[in-house]
DNA sequence: ATGAAAGCGCTAACAG
DNA sequence: CTGTTAGCGCTTTCAT
């Protein structure tokens, strides 16, 4: 038989250890309350001395304020994520909400942990993960709670995001890696169910055509790993018609890509072939990699995300639509022939 | 004015539609529960059909049981964490859990986060930050929430905490580096107030004395980062002494102190220098690092973690002390001269 | 095996 | 400004 934990102290104890009645207690703890400042301090004086914390379930219960936020998330191995899981429950925590994390890794699992995650009441569900079941996405709107994909562009559904520009900011790394003298392009992509795949593909590929150049190569890596960009690479390189640049679905993907060309093929890089990725991690600005990026601006999307969350908490109903932020591309090493090798501190910037 | 979200189905509408009291609807949903199993399967049809789901909040309130545990967590941005926070809340989610998030990482907020944290009444506290300050673990005590540090020794407190044995690793990597031909050894430290840091030095220098060997030279890196094991090699190297093996208080130290040793003194690894680090995480394999670490057990450390968060929520009282469980030391080519660049696929063993 | 009733700790009208 | 009174949705005695 399961004993109970301790039972802590309630707004019933504190409430009679101070002589006045529960309702007193519980308005010194609501900036809203209609109450006596002289009170108030009072109560948060001896509530501090008696380690009194108001019961959040309990609240959470009456107010259907549960100041809990879900964040579903898949692939933290990917270096991107962790940066945004950071971020994000760094504003949110800011903001009062608490994360309440469900891990969308063995996929099978995915549906009974967001069940058990709903049944907490969250106020918000934001969903960091590149793909996810339409029937989880059902849940949510069964369960009332709104939606927010973040770094994801849903399909057709009526849902809310919040993503980088990735057409345009493929747009923009085309145009650079032509400038650079580039004829002959190609494209290694990702997971080809990912909307950042897509778009990143599409831009890329559009761009390309308007400049009058011929269809690129694509190299799938069916994955976002560094295993499968250097594989991708591998088969791609070896192929008959070499590319001169090479533009990745990601900066993972363009990390593994770049070691296949230096130590399968004995490539220079930017030389032998020009290399980019998306996303700007961290490990992009590192000396060996030196990679030039599309730096996405995480502190803006992250800023877009908890604004929406604070405001439905407010009352305000949630919105709908694609929010497309601009990225900013970040010139390094691997596309830049005068610095081959020197490491690039700042960034520099174009829309 | 916030207006509330729609209130969703409850228990009473449930018991009202099927013509029953809440209490044997209640029952339903209890594997204890003394119910006939046809009214048990009748509810549970009604309730899918309906999608009714019990409101977690309010039976945590009754049973004192919230199924949530607190993870608190720091450095997110060292590759190590984000693969132990993926298993652990996949085990956890497994056993049933929900875990809540707190990040400590603008350590002045850490406090408020925690108290939001306790709010919720979690049945535990992991503490995946290798610092914590002891406020924090205060709170915890006086909320009678039992907490858990993992891959963290604390110090004197009488806490409870699983960990790799950082000693015994450290000591293993010592015996194979001077295995390896080395005699001049030196240890880039991290974080100096870190117990993993300070357990993986004290193995290394002890191990490295019972060797009858000098004194290792000592780069302190003053953090887990690329950027200061870079920049604590590149201190160290341009010392008159230059050692020949380099053994860092962990993967990402090492790994920039690799590059460093290869871009700003043009050294081959291993020949002129050998380098081993501490975790064995993902990026320790890729081929460019190819570099020799221990690797961290952590399978076995997130089940014992998870072993523990299910024994106490069954009534059962959390364990004291540190358990240690042995890693286990991956040879790759920045310390095995003979394959220097040729990439390690599996894992090779030694307690 | 089921139902009625009493709360869990707190908030939210409403009086005073 | 403060106290009284109802509950929030659920579990859990205690009867039946």
């Known amino acids: ?100 994390l469900v891990v969308a890794e063995p996929s099978g699992s995915v549906d009974a942990a967001l069940r058990l995650l709903l049944s907490y009441r969250p106020e918000y569900a934001i969903v960091l993960a590149t793909t996810l079941a339409t029937d989880a996405v059902a849940a949510c709107r069964a369960a009332g709670t709104p939606l927010l994909f973040f770094n994801r562009a849903p399909a057709g559904e009526e849902a809310c995001a919040v993503v980088c520009d990735n057409a345009a900011g493929a747009a923009a790394m085309a145009d650079h890696l032509v400038a650079s003298g580039a004829r002959r392009l190609a494209f290694l992509s990702g997971r080809p169910d990912t909307s950042t795949n897509a778009e990143r593909r599409a831009g890329f590929l559009e761009r390309c055509a308007a400049h009058g150049l011929p269809s690129p190569q694509e190299a799938p890596a069916g994955a976002f790993t560094y295993a499968a960009g250097y594989a991708a690479a591998q088969r791609l390189l070896a192929g008959p018609e070499r590319p001169e640049a090479l533009f990745c679905a990601n900066d993972i ?50 800023e877009v995300a908890t604004g929406w969350v604070s405001r439905a908490a407010a009352g305000e109903a949630p919105p709908r639509g694609t929010l497309r932020l601009p990225g900013t591309l970040v010139v390094r090493g ?18």
Chains 1, 2 share one sequence.
Not at 47 to 71: C, D, F, H, S
């Open 1 to 100: 038989m399961p004993s109970r934990p301790p039972p802590r102290i309630t707004i019933k104890d504190l409430a009679r250890d101070l002589g006045m009645s529960v309702a007193t207690v519980a308005r010194a703890f609501h900036s809203g309350g209609t109450i006596a400042e002289a009170t108030r301090q009072t109560v948060l004086k001896r509530a501090g001395e008696l380690g009194y914390q108001p019961n959040a379930l309990a609240r959470g219960m009456i107010t259907r304020r549960t100041r809990i936020v879900g964040v579903v998330l898949a692939d933290l191995e990917n270096p991107f994520y962790p940066q945004v899981l950071t971020r994000l429950t760094e504003a949110l925590q800011e903001a009062g909400f608490n994360v309440m």
């Open 253 to 302: 993907l363009a990390i593994g890509a770049l070691q296949a060309a230096r130590r399968e093929f004995g490539l220079r890089i930017p030389q032998d072939l020009a290399i980019a990725g998306f996303d700007d991690i961290a490990m992009a600005a590192w000396p060996e990699h030196d990679l030039t990026t599309l730096h996405q601006p995480i502190p803006a999307m992250v």
């Open 334 to 351: 691997t596309t830049r022939p005068g610095a081959a090798s020197c490491p690039t501190p700042a960034l520099e910037n174009q829309a």
